[in-house]
């Protein structure tokens, strides 16, 4: 199966750990690009490819229905979902604006010495992956530093949000990584939003956040042309 070929079968393992397995190999391959949206993904073609039976496959695709990364179609099996660019206009960054303006001002007056130490490990890898031209390691950093500070903000409800779109937001920031003119500027934008968190103003805050996301918008509009 396109996109599988260079997965090597699984090991044995509990049915429970076959199909966690199966569903990171999948989502890996769905949001990197390797699967693109529209192909076709059969259990038994699946199976095949990975070495192992259909039963962790199938509630594997199960899980990334739910996550939003496939579809399953009455007598057409199922296929891998892609993020157009009106659902990232039109969803996921206005869900991304209300989400985390609220989140990075609940989070603002939480953090710690330690928490701001974490913040700055994660630019400090988005730097590395930077310099290094790895998209993907920048895309994943960026996903880990937002999902920190929704964490951190102790906002339970917005961090259940924030991961029912976390795989589709990687999955266009894996796209758009690779387009960024200058990979850097995105440490330096994340390096913005601690100032920000740091320096105690809501609305200067508001701002930087508004700023990034939307900054995501236009960079991902930009690669879709």
């Given at each position: 199966m396109s996109g599988l070929s260079a997965v090597p079968p699984l090991p044995s393992a509990a049915l429970a750990s076959r199909r966690e397995t199966v569903a990171d190999v999948l989502r890996e391959a769905i949001t990197s690009g390797r699967l693109q949206a529209g192909q076709k993904l059969t259990e038994s073609g699946v199976a095949e490819q990975l070495g192992t039976s259909r039963a962790?496959?199938?509630?594997?695709?199960?899980?990334?229905?739910?996550?939003?990364?496939?579809?399953?179609?009455?007598?057409?099996?199922?296929?891998?979902?892609?993020?157009?660019?009106?659902?990232?206009?039109?969803?996921?960054?206005?869900?991304?604006?209300?989400?985390?303006?609220?989140?990075?001002?609940?989070?603002?007056?939480?953090?710690?010495?330690?928490?701001?130490a974490h913040l700055q490990s994660l630019v400090h890898n988005m730097e590395e992956a930077a310099?290094?031209?790895?998209?993907?390691?920048?895309?994943?950093?960026?996903?880990?530093?937002?999902?920190?500070?929704?964490?951190?903000?102790?906002?339970?409800?917005?961090?259940?949000?924030?991961r029912s779109i976390q795989h589709r937001v990687r999955a266009y920031f894996r796209r758009d990584a690779s387009h960024y003119p200058d990979p850097t500027v995105v440490a330096g934008q994340h390096r913005e939003l601690i100032d920000a968190l740091r320096a105690g103003d809501e609305h200067a805050l508001d701002r930087a956040v508004t700023a990034h996301i939307q900054t995501h918008s236009r960079t991902t509009e930009d690669s879709s042309e």
């Open positions: 962790p496959v199938r509630e594997a695709l199960r899980q990334l229905e739910q996550e939003g990364l496939v579809v399953s179609y009455p007598y057409r099996g199922t296929e891998v979902l892609g993020v157009s660019q009106e659902e990232i206009e039109n969803v996921l960054v206005p869900v991304r604006l209300s989400l985390e303006r609220f989140a990075f001002r609940k989070a603002m007056p939480r953090l710690t010495d330690a928490d701001y310099d290094a031209s790895d998209a993907a390691l920048l895309a994943d950093e960026d996903i880990r530093f937002h999902e920190a500070v929704v964490t951190l903000s102790g906002q339970q409800h917005c961090l259940q949000i924030w």
